[in-house]
């Protein structure tokens, strides 16, 4: 089965704080994706990448970096906090197949005060 | 730019009854329509649809794709209490393997 762990369930960071959230999957998959899940606006995609040292922007970007040093490890990074970035961040994987089911992480609630 | 519209975005129904779900899509170049179901956690694949008119089915869950008119619908027999979760649709982009996402319909079935 795959495994796609992320580092915290539950985060509460302060305004201007630097947050990191990690993901980490053990299927070697080549392409990993952040989502960020809102009530009424559902999955909307931050960042993606296809291999190590690779990244895309999706389409909400803004206030947003990434990292991916390894291939099993891909870091969202919240470079100064803001209560807009409150959220359910959810870490995604997908290999180099035909399929495109995309295999997701328990996500990490965070809440910025 | 790729566009999923689900609907309803909110059902209540009670045990024992029977629902469809409703996902239509625009997309540059269509190639598959994934449904996912999410309970409090992370979303868990249901079905891949790739050609129009076959159904796909598991258990009480089926789900088909009209390619003609660009929708997909998911049925879900016999309803239970388990079955409360939000039911995610998603089109891949051209040429790529990001997911575009519908904002998803909340299901509450109730005994």
């Known amino acids: 089965d795959v495994k796609v762990t992320q580092s915290s369930r539950y985060l509460v960071k302060r305004t201007g704080e630097k947050v990191f959230l990690e993901c980490v999957q053990d299927?070697?998959?080549?392409?990993m994706f952040w989502y960020r899940q809102d009530p009424g606006l559902g999955l909307r995609l931050i960042y993606f990448?296809?291999?190590?040292?690779?990244?895309e922007k999706g389409d909400i970007p803004e206030g947003y970096s990434v990292s991916r040093e390894k291939k099993e490890r891909f870091s969202l990074i919240l470079e100064s906090a803001s209560t807009n970035q409150t959220s359910m961040y959810l870490c995604?994987?997908?290999?180099?197949?035909?399929?495109?089911?995309?295999?997701f992480g328990p996500g990490t609630r965070l809440t910025v005060t | 730019e790729d566009k999923v519209v689900q609907s309803p975005l909110s059902l209540v129904v009670h045990e024992g009854d029977t629902v469809t779900l409703n996902c239509s899509y625009e997309?540059?170049?269509?190639?598959?329509l994934l449904w996912y179901k999410q309970e409090k956690k992370a979303p868990t694949f249901l079905f891949m649809l790739t050609s129009s008119g076959i159904e796909k089915k598991s258990g009480r869950l089926s789900s088909i794709l009209d390619k003609k008119e660009l929708f997909s619908i998911l049925n879900i027999t016999a309803t239970q209490t388990g079955d409360s979760a939000i039911y995610l649709c998603a089109v891949p982009g051209a040429g790529s393997y990001q997911l575009t996402f519908g904002k998803g319909t909340k299901l509450s079935v109730i005994p």
């Open positions: 995604a994987t997908h290999p180099w197949t035909q399929t495109y089911e995309q295999y």
């Open positions: 997309v540059t170049n269509f190639r598959s």
């Open positions: 990448s296809y291999d190590v040292k690779m990244k």
């Open positions: 299927m070697d998959h080549e392409n």
